[in-house]
């Protein structure tokens, strides 16, 4: 089993249409979850952080993590064309490796 | 300069050949991390530097991956005898902390080895 897993998709929604994405961790060590964006042959950026179960509201995108489920999910409000990237979670845990798990990434189009 | 910037963008090898692939970190950052990047995958952990210290390099695939970062800035990602399943992006990361809860991990473009 690997140690995070993500839907790649792809996923097409309408401009304005709400999106969630989603992934699953095996190790209840994690502690730490990102949400990163990967623009075609760009580099991964950080869109949000979170150490704890909950939501994290930033703008349009709200992280979500369900500590107990190992579930974390990513929504965008009012998806816009410029939403139109790969999104990928990463997963993190202090000590022994600072190294990070990414899943997949979904690809995500948003149709004018 | 203003982002981590990695060197050469594209590369071809044919295979065989050795390949030498830069990263020059955010000025003061600490942490330098290189990723593997396979197309339509997430990227995959290679190799972890605190300065100048190469503290895991658990990810690496092979004795053909080498990686340094003599003076704990500039660090270059080394592959001999290149083989076709070496293809891919190669992302480098740095960051200003030593820990995974300590800062946000600031990517390159990276470099995209094609090995014929």
């Known amino acids: 089993q690997k140690e995070v897993e993500q839907d790649p998709g792809p996923l097409s929604v309408p401009e304005g249409a709400i999106v969630s994405l989603n992934c699953t961790y095996s190790?209840?060590?994690?502690?730490?979850f990102m949400w990163y964006r990967q623009y075609s042959r760009k580099g991964p950026e950080l869109l949000m952080y979170?150490?704890?179960?909950g939501n994290k509201e930033d703008g349009r995108f709200t992280a979500q993590v369900d500590k107990s489920s190992k579930y974390i999910s990513l929504f965008i409000r009012d998806s816009q064309p410029s939403d139109s990237a790969t999104y990928l979670c990463?997963?993190?845990?202090?000590?022994?490796?600072?190294?990070?798990?990414f899943g997949k990434g979904t690809k995500l189009t948003v149709n004018p | 300069g203003a982002g981590v910037s990695q060197s050469p963008r594209y590369k071809v090898a044919k295979r065989g050949q050795d390949v030498a692939l830069r990263c020059d970190p955010i000025?003061?950052?600490?942490?330098l991390f290189w990723y593997q990047q396979a197309l339509g995958q997430g990227p995959e952990f290679l190799t972890y530097?605190?300065?100048?210290?190469?503290l895991d390099k658990s990810g690496l695939p092979s004795d053909r991956f080498f990686a340094e970062r003599p003076e704990g800035s500039v660090s270059t990602l080394k592959i001999q005898r290149t083989q076709q399943e070496d293809s891919a992006v190669y992302l480098c990361?740095?960051?200003w902390g030593t820990g995974v809860n300590t800062g946000e991990l600031f990517f390159g473009e990276g470099s995209r080895l094609t090995v014929l």
């Open positions: 990361a740095s960051s």
């Open positions: 190790n209840s060590a994690f502690q730490y």
């Open positions: 979170t150490y704890s179960s």
């Open positions: 990463a997963i993190g845990r202090q000590g022994g490796s600072e190294k990070l798990v």
């Open positions: 000025s003061g950052h600490v942490s």
């Open positions: 530097f605190q300065n100048e210290a190469q």
